[in-house]
């Protein structure tokens, strides 16, 4: 009788279970390691994984798996028009058609039409430089700041500084002002037809655009499907400028997958904005963002359109100490506010009251929020404006107290430097106070 081997083929065994082992293990790493897409290139058109327009067929950057970390090098929303020694006469000169230049779009694996593509904010690494600007036409107060104004930014993770407004320390309070994914085609078929709707009747569109549109051989003046691309200026049910200074590191952004993996991206980061965004741009920069995904399958029925989910993220946004205005929607008889132009002038023209108006309650607080900043911390109106740009709330006081909405304005007083010499001297006052208080007590014994 053969005597069996039993040691080499239980070594043999073991051998073959730890090559799988390390072949699994290998693998499991390789697929959580970052997928890094960095900025190649001066501009948007210089760089492969960058594009300015939305529409089903543009091909992804790269492909993630679930839970893999995605960095992405992002450009600023002017696709860089803009740098430290910039002056206003840059604002006149920058080209509109090159906002917003996104970074992917990035295929996730395993999403499908029909999921959900929650996607969690890791990390915001800023530039160095940001800027904020009045561009003529543009912005929530339009019709009284018609001249172009510019405030250039030094960033780090602290706080932001201008030369162009002293007087103010912005907190560093990162989002990416731009994130979504791509459109299906149904849901580009419905932008494009209620935005050529309202565009027809007079009210703001942004109708397609193929001059300076990327990628060009799909959305460019010679591209095969130029009509049928879309700006990527307003938010709409796939996400993209949506501007929401909430969606803060930490949150998760929850979007409904229009096309076989999502099609994910991000641009226009804000170094810090308050809500309104009222000038038209917050502290805009280019910035490193790293982000999450996970696949909810199935749930694109119940969101249809974004939505987001944190923990305690909100609470570093509240001020330490403010100040506030209010806004109900009233008007001097006679004007009809830039807002309601495209409607019907003939009844709102002669009223002094609008029934249930957020807008002209939120004009009405932010025309009342600048004149606060000018009246009380020496800015000007234009500094103002940019001020109430990057730092102060409009929020909804309520909705039911017919006709009138109300609207508040909120500013945070310790963004402004004497605020923070009155902090010091205070605190310097009670020291010196409580080493008097000390001496006299030791001369008393």
Known sequence: MKKKNWPLRWLGFALTML?????????????????????????????????????????????????????????????????????????????????????????????????????????????????????????????????????????????????????????????????????????????LTREAELAEVGGIALTPLPTGAIPADLCGPEGIDKERCVRTIPPRENGGNMDVKQMQVGTTVLFPCFVDGCGLFAGDVHYAQGDGEVSGTAIEMGATVTVSTQIREGLGAQVKAPQFEGGDQLKALAPDEFYATTGIPIKKAGEIPPYHTYLNSEILEPLSNLSEDLTLAARNALIDMVDYLVNNHGLTREQAYVVASVAADLRIGQLVDVPNYMVSAIIPLTIFNESIEADTSQTLFQEITAEVEEVIKDVVQ
């Open 19 to 191: 090559l799988v082992f390390v072949s699994a293990t290998a693998v499991q790493s390789h697929a959580h390691e970052p997928l890094v897409i960095e900025r190649t290139g001066e501009f948007c058109v210089d760089d492969p994984a960058c594009f300015n327009r939305y529409h089903p067929d543009i091909p992804a950057a790269a492909t993630a798996t679930p839970g893999q970390s995605i960095v992405l090098g992002t450009r600023d929303a002017f696709d860089g028009a803009f740098g430290p020694g910039s002056i206003p006469e840059d604002v006149v000169a920058a080209d509109l058609a090159l906002v917003h230049p996104m970074t992917g779009p990035i295929y996730i694996e395993g999403a499908k039409r029909g999921d959900v593509l929650a996607v969690t904010i890791e990390d915001i690494e800023p530039d160095p430089y940001g800027y904020t600007v009045i561009a003529p036409g543009f912005g929530f107060l339009r019709d009284l700041f018609p001249d172009p104004y510019i405030a250039n930014w030094s960033l780090d993770r602290t706080a932001a500084v201008s030369a162009e407004i002293p007087q103010v320390n912005i907190p560093f309070a990162p989002f990416a002002g731009s994130l979504g994914v791509l459109p299906g085609d149904p849901e580009l078929e419905a932008f």
